[in-house]
């Protein structure tokens, strides 16, 4: 299957303070792109969709001006967290489609942000 | 929008034993059914999927059925092993006409524990 890479894998970061988080596509290319929020024992939460050479699409109660997304290649999507706090602690995942015919949306690894 | 239920949360086998998760959703126009496997600190890996032209699906140990006028489908794996231990999602979502990737509707998730 595709693969689909996140970096970094683990941040601690100070609250206040911004974190990015990188999601790529490694061998093809992703018109969109998604990014998800779980926290412990919970399933996925979409938090916004990323579509590339345009703006996010983001969900009902996700701050769009602290989770900044940029969709800017079809190869790499990016999920800043700005002016983090404790309550962002979570692990954050992205996942890639292809544009048509194929319906596979792919997972990267997962990047588990702590706010101290 | 689409709703996805997913049952059991928990489900313990004996290993060599079989294992049957299931899911309904809500939305009759949803085509394409997929299921993932998460291990603890990872992203869901894509283990199987089912599109709604089609009744059942079988990799090796791994089955999927899909039954659209109950609107539900299920996970089967037989001849469990210690390794098939993690959680597993099912998720549902349907196409626009244009084609393009559409987002994924979670269910809440089942920890498989497959017992030595």
Redesign the interface.
Known sequence: ?AV?S?HPSRVICKSGTSVKIECRSLDFQA??M?WYRQFP????M?MA?SNEGSKATYEQGVEKDKFLINHASLTLSTLTVTSAHPEDSSFY?CSA?????S????????T?LTVT | GENVEQHPSTLSVQEGDSAVIKCTYSDSASN?F?W?KQEL??????II?I?SNVGEKKDQRIAVTLNKTAKHFSLHITETQPEDSAVY?CAA?G?SP????R??T????T?LTVLP
Not at chain 1, 103 to 110: R, T
Not at chain 2, 106 to 109: E, M, R
């Open positions: 299957g689909v996140q018109t969109t998604f024992k919970k399933s996925l979409l969709t995942i489609g292809e544009w048509g015919g319906y596979e949306q792919y997972f990267g690894p997962g588990r | 394409y997929p993932y600190g990872k992203g869901p890996q894509l999927d599109r999602f979502r196409t244009s084609g393009s990737a987002q994924l979670f269910g809440s998730g920890q």
